[in-house]
């Protein structure tokens, strides 16, 4: 069996049933550059402990190049009998280099150091791609963001109208939590950037092989300093992936909105042709398709997080072959981020916003009670009695039919003398956004304040 690794101790090949099962080219043929990365620093640390001569190398290092330029062209892909895309790799050297040569490599490493190693190469390259990716979202945010510095909308508590505030202070608070994704990518990528190659396949190396060699030469930061854990931990996957499905989550935060604000009933956006979709059998129909499937696609990473964690939770030290059911999920995750956030960052920045709706529903549903209370604290009164006093306000227009700026001078000193004509400055969208100018607030000084931090925070990201 020319594609195997193994055989030495075998009567004969693995059945084929088995041999089904245990395949995995057509998942992990994607690492397979980086496989062929790894040989080449794993060329160089044979040469340094004497194991290859200087010709050996070069000749090594040629047929590496051959066989790299083979894979990345097409020309050179799994066989049927290769099992995984390691084993797939060396058939390919010894293809190239000759069985003698091409033999001397795999001496001082596993596919378990490998396959765990690759793996970090692979998701550290995207999570780049990725943080790139919700960085334009973040710009399309701050875009709209800036294009309605000063538009006001309802501000909502479970759903319900509660305060006027800023769209543009609305956005940013979807950029915010999205920037932390992106700082939270930066921060894993630390922990990713320890190398577990020279683990062997759970106790190291007996040849003289510098695993800290291999990680410099790979870019890793350090090497692991436990074998045992280099080859069997899959912490930094199942971390990539839980920033994959938070990633997921705040995109389907703002995709919900999107829905809501796109019916007829909200009319607060209108979602560009090219980011909406119709029906095949009512031809008025414009659906946010682009938004609903970020949020089912928000369930799917949702599944690839804790498909990796049930894979591991029982799994015993070291290498388990359960440990090959670790690939898919994340290359699932990054698949479904690098297709779902350049359609997101499209949709938002060509959303239209029907700000003059949204000023005209802002202070309905009683929304600036609040402000008149905090009025009355100003005035001196205890919040408690203030509270109470605004409530009678809104009891008593809730009965009018009429908001709070439509009960007259009269009616509010009817309810209590403290209530002045004075109260009239936060009775309207504008008095109460502005009242709101400390750091974090709605104010329009605020929120231009809020975006210039955030844009501080984004240069430094
Ligand atoms: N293909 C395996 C994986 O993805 C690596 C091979 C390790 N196999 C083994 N029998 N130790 O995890």
């Known amino acids: 069996n020319a594609g195997s690794l193994w055989g030495g101790r075998f009567d004969g090949g693995p059945a084929d049933a088995l041999a ?101 190469m692979y998701l550290r390259d995207h999570a780049r791609v990725i943080a790139g990716g919700v960085l334009a979202v973040i710009d399309a945010l701050v875009g709209q963001a800036r294009t309605h510095p000063e538009a006001p909308m309802p501000g909502r508590t479970h759903l319900q109208h509660a305060q006027p505030v800023l769209l543009s202070h609305h956005l940013l608070a979807h950029a915010w939590a999205l920037l932390r994704d992106v700082q939270r990518l930066q921060d894993w990528d630390r922990r990713a950037g320890v190398s577990p190659y020279g683990s062997g396949a759970l106790a190291g190396s007996s040849l003289g ?3 800290e060699a291999v990680a410099a030469d790979l870019g890793f930061d350090s090497a692991t300093h436990n074998s045992i854990d280099g080859t069997a931990s899959r912490d930094v996957y199942a971390e990539f ?62 599944g690839d997080l804790t498909g990796l964690l049930a894979t591991l939770k029982g799994l015993p030290l070291a290498y388990n072959r359960d440990l090959q059911e670790d690939k898919e999920p994340v290359f699932d995750a990054v698949d479904t981020l690098e297709l779902l956030l350049p359609a ?8 239209t916003f029907s700000t003059e709706r949204m000023a005209a ?6 929304a600036l009670a609040t402000d008149v209370a905090e009025w009355l604290v100003r005035q001196g009164v205890p919040f408690r009695e203030a509270h109470e006093l605004s409530g009678a306000a809104v009891r008593l227009a809730e009965g009018r039919g009429v908001d709070l700026d439509g009960l007259t001078d009269e009616e509010y000193a009817g309810i209590s003398a403290h209530l002045t004509p004075g109260v009239r400055e936060v009775l309207s969208v ?19 304040r809020q975006l210039e931090a955030l844009k501080r925070e984004l240069r430094a990201a």
């Open 20 to 120: 089904a099962l245990s395949k995995s080219t057509h998942f992990d043929w994607r690492l397979a550059v980086y496989d062929i990365e790894g040989s080449r620093a794993h060329a160089r640390v044979l040469h340094r402990a004497g194991l290859l001569n200087e010709g050996e190398l070069s000749g090594m290092l040629k047929a590496l190049d051959a066989l790299d330029a083979d894979v990345r062209s097409g020309a050179y892909t799994p066989a049927d009998s290769d099992e995984d895309v390691h084993g797939s790799l060396e058939r390919g050297l010894i293809e190239r280099a000759g069985a003698e040569l091409g033999g001397r490599l795999r001496a001082g490493r596993s596919r378990n150091d490998q396959v765990a190693t690759l793996g970090r």
């Open 209 to 211: 092989l510098d695993p």
């Open 241 to 302: 992936a839980w920033v994959a499905a938070m990633i997921g989550v705040d995109l389907s935060r703002i995709s919900e909105e999107i829905i809501l604000w796109a019916t007829k009933e909200f009319s607060f956006v209108t979602l560009h042709d090219s980011f909406s979709t119709g029906s095949s059998i009512m031809p008025q129909k414009k659906n946010p398709d682009v938004a609903e499937l970020a949020r089912g696609k928000a369930g799917r990473l949702i």
């Open 344 to 351: 997101v960052s499209g949709m938002i920045a060509t959303l």
């Open 361 to 366: 529903l802002a202070p309905q549903g009683f």
């Open 430 to 448: 504008e008095g109460s956004l502005g009242s709101r100018d400390a750091q974090g607030g709605t104010a329009p000084a605020a929120v231009a």
